[in-house]
Antibody
Framework: EVQLVESGGGLVQPGGSLRLSCEVS????????MHWVRQAPGKGLEWVSF????????RYGDSVKGRFSISRDTAKNTLFLQMNTLRAEDTAVYYC???????????WGQGTLVTVSS | EIVLTQSPATLSLSPGERATLSCGAS??????LAWYQQKPGQAPRLLIF???NRATGIPARFSGSGSGTDFTLTISNLEPEDFAVYYC?????????FGQGTKLEIK
Protein backbone atom coordinates (compact mmCIF):
# COMPACT_ATOMS: atom_id res chain seq x y z
CA GLU A 1 0.00 0.00 0.00
CA VAL A 2 1.34 3.40 -0.99
CA GLN A 3 1.60 5.84 1.91
CA LEU A 4 3.05 9.32 2.31
CA VAL A 5 3.33 10.74 5.82
CA GLU A 6 4.39 14.32 6.35
CA SER A 7 5.81 15.74 9.54
CA GLY A 8 7.67 18.79 10.77
CA GLY A 9 4.96 21.41 10.59
CA GLY A 10 4.24 23.82 13.39
CA LEU A 11 4.29 27.41 14.52
CA VAL A 12 7.28 29.51 13.49
CA GLN A 13 8.01 33.23 13.66
CA PRO A 14 8.39 35.33 10.52
CA GLY A 15 11.95 35.04 9.24
CA GLY A 16 12.36 31.63 10.79
CA SER A 17 13.06 28.23 9.27
CA LEU A 18 11.38 24.86 9.25
CA ARG A 19 12.13 21.53 7.60
CA LEU A 20 9.28 19.32 6.49
CA SER A 21 9.70 15.59 6.02
CA CYS A 22 7.65 13.10 4.05
CA GLU A 23 8.28 9.44 4.71
CA VAL A 24 7.00 7.23 1.92
CA SER A 25 6.26 3.53 1.81
CA UNK A 26 4.85 1.10 -0.69
CA UNK A 27 7.00 2.40 -3.53
CA UNK A 28 10.59 3.35 -4.30
CA UNK A 29 11.13 7.08 -3.87
CA UNK A 30 13.89 7.30 -6.47
CA UNK A 31 11.61 5.95 -9.21
CA UNK A 32 9.17 8.84 -9.10
CA UNK A 33 9.13 12.59 -9.50
CA MET A 34 7.92 14.11 -6.23
CA HIS A 35 6.28 17.43 -5.40
CA TRP A 36 5.21 19.65 -2.57
CA VAL A 37 1.84 21.38 -2.91
CA ARG A 38 0.41 23.78 -0.35
CA GLN A 39 -2.99 25.13 0.56
CA ALA A 40 -3.47 28.28 2.59
CA PRO A 41 -6.42 28.23 5.00
CA GLY A 42 -9.66 28.40 3.04
CA LYS A 43 -7.82 28.81 -0.25
CA GLY A 44 -6.97 26.74 -3.30
CA LEU A 45 -4.01 24.54 -4.17
CA GLU A 46 -0.60 25.98 -5.02
CA TRP A 47 2.25 23.93 -6.48
CA VAL A 48 5.47 24.63 -4.54
CA SER A 49 8.35 22.44 -5.63
CA PHE A 50 9.46 19.37 -7.60
CA UNK A 51 12.37 16.93 -7.59
CA UNK A 52 13.25 14.69 -10.50
CA UNK A 53 14.10 11.01 -10.28
CA UNK A 54 17.76 12.01 -10.80
CA UNK A 55 17.68 13.65 -7.39
CA UNK A 56 19.36 16.83 -8.58
CA UNK A 57 16.91 18.48 -10.96
CA UNK A 58 14.53 20.67 -9.01
CA ARG A 59 12.01 23.43 -9.66
CA TYR A 60 10.25 25.97 -7.49
CA GLY A 61 7.28 28.27 -7.65
CA ASP A 62 8.11 31.96 -7.90
CA SER A 63 6.70 32.65 -4.45
CA VAL A 64 9.25 30.35 -2.75
CA LYS A 65 12.22 30.47 -5.11
CA GLY A 66 15.43 31.24 -3.26
CA ARG A 67 13.88 30.50 0.13
CA PHE A 68 12.78 26.84 -0.10
CA SER A 69 14.85 23.80 -1.02
CA ILE A 70 13.61 20.32 -1.89
CA SER A 71 15.72 17.21 -1.36
CA ARG A 72 15.41 13.52 -0.64
CA ASP A 73 17.14 10.66 1.16
CA THR A 74 16.44 7.53 -0.85
CA ALA A 75 17.99 5.27 1.80
CA LYS A 76 15.39 6.55 4.26
CA ASN A 77 12.60 6.84 1.68
CA THR A 78 12.10 10.41 2.80
CA LEU A 79 11.42 13.65 0.94
CA PHE A 80 12.26 16.99 2.51
CA LEU A 81 11.34 20.64 2.14
CA GLN A 82 13.68 23.10 3.80
CA MET A 83 11.87 26.39 4.28
CA ASN A 84 13.86 29.51 5.17
CA THR A 85 12.98 33.17 5.65
CA LEU A 86 9.38 32.24 6.27
CA ARG A 87 6.62 34.79 5.77
CA ALA A 88 3.06 35.01 7.00
CA GLU A 89 1.87 34.14 3.49
CA ASP A 90 3.65 30.78 3.71
CA THR A 91 1.05 29.69 6.27
CA ALA A 92 -0.60 26.63 4.75
CA VAL A 93 -1.08 22.91 4.84
CA TYR A 94 1.82 21.37 2.95
CA TYR A 95 1.19 18.17 1.03
CA CYS A 96 3.78 15.71 -0.19
CA UNK A 97 2.68 14.32 -3.56
CA UNK A 98 3.80 11.49 -5.81
CA UNK A 99 3.85 12.22 -9.52
CA UNK A 100 2.64 9.13 -11.34
CA UNK A 101 3.92 10.40 -14.67
CA UNK A 102 1.23 10.78 -17.27
CA UNK A 103 -1.39 9.76 -14.71
CA UNK A 104 -0.86 12.92 -12.68
CA UNK A 105 -0.51 13.45 -8.94
CA UNK A 106 -1.72 10.03 -7.93
CA UNK A 107 -0.89 9.85 -4.23
CA TRP A 108 -1.03 12.59 -1.61
CA GLY A 109 -0.02 12.69 2.01
CA GLN A 110 -2.43 13.90 4.68
CA GLY A 111 -0.63 17.23 4.92
CA THR A 112 1.21 19.09 7.66
CA LEU A 113 0.23 22.57 8.84
CA VAL A 114 2.79 25.34 8.88
CA THR A 115 1.81 28.54 10.66
CA VAL A 116 4.02 31.60 10.37
CA SER A 117 3.10 34.13 13.01
CA SER A 118 4.62 36.20 15.78
CA GLU B 1 2.79 31.01 -16.23
CA ILE B 2 -0.32 29.27 -17.52
CA VAL B 3 -3.47 30.48 -15.79
CA LEU B 4 -6.35 28.07 -15.37
CA THR B 5 -9.78 29.61 -14.88
CA GLN B 6 -12.54 27.43 -13.50
CA SER B 7 -16.24 28.12 -13.77
CA PRO B 8 -18.56 28.42 -12.10
CA ALA B 9 -17.05 29.22 -8.72
CA THR B 10 -19.98 27.51 -7.04
CA LEU B 11 -22.46 25.05 -8.50
CA SER B 12 -25.64 24.17 -6.61
CA LEU B 13 -27.31 20.95 -7.69
CA SER B 14 -29.35 18.10 -6.25
CA PRO B 15 -28.41 14.42 -6.02
CA GLY B 16 -29.25 12.65 -9.24
CA GLU B 17 -28.58 15.70 -11.41
CA ARG B 18 -25.71 16.20 -13.84
CA ALA B 19 -22.81 18.54 -13.04
CA THR B 20 -20.72 20.26 -15.70
CA LEU B 21 -17.54 21.99 -14.53
CA SER B 22 -15.31 24.01 -16.85
CA CYS B 23 -11.60 24.78 -16.88
CA GLY B 24 -10.03 27.21 -19.34
CA ALA B 25 -6.32 27.58 -19.93
CA SER B 26 -4.60 30.84 -20.89
CA UNK B 27 -2.71 28.99 -23.65
CA UNK B 28 -2.81 25.55 -25.18
CA UNK B 29 -1.88 22.74 -22.83
CA UNK B 30 -2.66 19.95 -25.31
CA UNK B 31 -4.36 17.34 -23.12
CA UNK B 32 -2.09 17.67 -20.10
CA LEU B 33 -4.90 18.39 -17.71
CA ALA B 34 -5.96 16.61 -14.53
CA TRP B 35 -8.96 16.95 -12.25
CA TYR B 36 -8.92 16.48 -8.48
CA GLN B 37 -11.66 16.26 -5.88
CA GLN B 38 -11.16 17.60 -2.36
CA LYS B 39 -13.46 17.13 0.60
CA PRO B 40 -13.16 19.17 3.82
CA GLY B 41 -10.21 18.14 5.93
CA GLN B 42 -8.91 15.73 3.32
CA ALA B 43 -6.14 15.71 0.77
CA PRO B 44 -7.11 16.07 -2.88
CA ARG B 45 -7.87 12.89 -4.82
CA LEU B 46 -6.99 12.33 -8.47
CA LEU B 47 -10.06 11.81 -10.65
CA ILE B 48 -9.03 12.36 -14.27
CA PHE B 49 -5.65 12.55 -16.00
CA UNK B 50 -4.69 13.59 -19.52
CA UNK B 51 -8.06 15.32 -19.85
CA UNK B 52 -10.24 12.26 -20.28
CA ASN B 53 -8.77 9.23 -18.51
CA ARG B 54 -10.29 8.09 -15.24
CA ALA B 55 -7.83 7.30 -12.47
CA THR B 56 -7.87 3.92 -10.80
CA GLY B 57 -11.01 3.29 -8.80
CA ILE B 58 -12.90 6.36 -10.01
CA PRO B 59 -16.57 5.64 -10.83
CA ALA B 60 -17.75 5.82 -14.43
CA ARG B 61 -20.10 8.73 -13.62
CA PHE B 62 -17.00 10.96 -13.70
CA SER B 63 -15.85 11.88 -17.19
CA GLY B 64 -13.49 14.44 -18.65
CA SER B 65 -13.23 15.99 -22.07
CA GLY B 66 -11.48 18.72 -23.99
CA SER B 67 -8.11 19.62 -25.40
CA GLY B 68 -6.09 22.73 -26.14
CA THR B 69 -7.54 25.42 -23.90
CA ASP B 70 -11.05 24.26 -22.96
CA PHE B 71 -11.83 21.35 -20.68
CA THR B 72 -14.88 19.93 -18.96
CA LEU B 73 -15.47 17.61 -16.04
CA THR B 74 -18.90 16.00 -16.09
CA ILE B 75 -20.41 14.14 -13.18
CA SER B 76 -23.58 12.34 -14.17
CA ASN B 77 -26.23 11.26 -11.67
CA LEU B 78 -24.70 13.04 -8.65
CA GLU B 79 -24.26 11.00 -5.50
CA PRO B 80 -24.23 12.62 -2.02
CA GLU B 81 -20.49 11.92 -1.70
CA ASP B 82 -19.73 13.92 -4.86
CA PHE B 83 -20.37 17.27 -3.20
CA ALA B 84 -16.90 18.71 -2.76
CA VAL B 85 -14.43 21.15 -4.31
CA TYR B 86 -12.95 20.28 -7.71
CA TYR B 87 -9.65 21.55 -9.06
CA CYS B 88 -8.11 21.32 -12.50
CA UNK B 89 -4.33 21.26 -12.95
CA UNK B 90 -2.02 21.54 -15.95
CA UNK B 91 1.33 19.80 -16.39
CA UNK B 92 2.12 21.15 -19.84
CA UNK B 93 4.46 23.92 -18.71
CA UNK B 94 6.39 24.81 -15.59
CA UNK B 95 5.28 25.93 -13.15
CA UNK B 96 2.49 23.42 -12.86
CA UNK B 97 -0.64 25.37 -11.97
CA PHE B 98 -4.06 24.72 -10.51
CA GLY B 99 -7.35 26.39 -11.15
CA GLN B 100 -8.99 28.24 -8.29
CA GLY B 101 -11.56 25.50 -7.76
CA THR B 102 -15.29 24.92 -8.21
CA LYS B 103 -17.35 24.16 -5.14
CA LEU B 104 -20.14 21.70 -5.87
CA GLU B 105 -22.78 22.11 -3.19
CA ILE B 106 -26.09 20.50 -2.44
CA LYS B 107 -29.08 22.57 -3.52
Amino acid sequence: EVQLVESGGGLVQPGGSLRLSCEVSGFTLSYYWMHWVRQAPGKGLEWVSFIHTDGTTTRYGDSVKGRFSISRDTAKNTLFLQMNTLRAEDTAVYYCVRDGGNVGFDYWGQGTLVTVSS
Amino acid sequence: EIVLTQSPATLSLSPGERATLSCGASQSINNYLAWYQQKPGQAPRLLIFDASNRATGIPARFSGSGSGTDFTLTISNLEPEDFAVYYCQQRSNWPYTFGQGTKLEIK
